[in-house]
């Protein structure tokens, strides 16, 4: 089945079944996950996948490690950012010396 023929079949937008595939659509209502095992044919513990037996200990250590990816990913961007900064400035500073600008 294609995502066009699951999106009509469940009542929604194919764009709305291409992001909730891909991951990148959050909120998804429980009745729109009905709507689509509907439209699959299967139950909708078969899409609602169980909770995992983590202790609190675990999930604060898993919490704890994406706090941690999260402030090494924003110290890249930045870092990032200010070598893009650099490029431009060298790259304005070729141009004058060239006339160009």
């Known amino acids: 089945m294609t995502q066009e023929e699951l999106a009509e ?11 909730y595939e891909s ?8 009745v729109m996950v009905y709507h689509i095992a509907e439209a699959l ?12 037996n983590r202790s609190p200990e675990q999930l604060l250590e ?3 490690a994406l706090i941690r990816r999260k402030r ?8 990032l ?3 893009i900064c650099t490029v431009r400035w060298q790259i304005c500073a070729s ?4 006339g160009l600008v």
Do not use: F, H
């Open 62 to 64: 898993e919490a704890e």
């Open 95 to 98: 141009l004058v010396l060239w």
């Open 41 to 52: 044919g299967v139950s909708l513990d078969a899409l609602v996948p169980p909770p995992a």
């Open 9 to 19: 079949r469940a009542g929604t937008s194919s764009d709305t079944i291409k992001r």
């Open 81 to 83: 950012g200010a070598q």
């Open 72 to 79: 090494t990913l924003q110290n890249e961007i930045k870092r």
């Open 23 to 30: 991951g990148t659509y959050e909120g998804i209502r429980l």
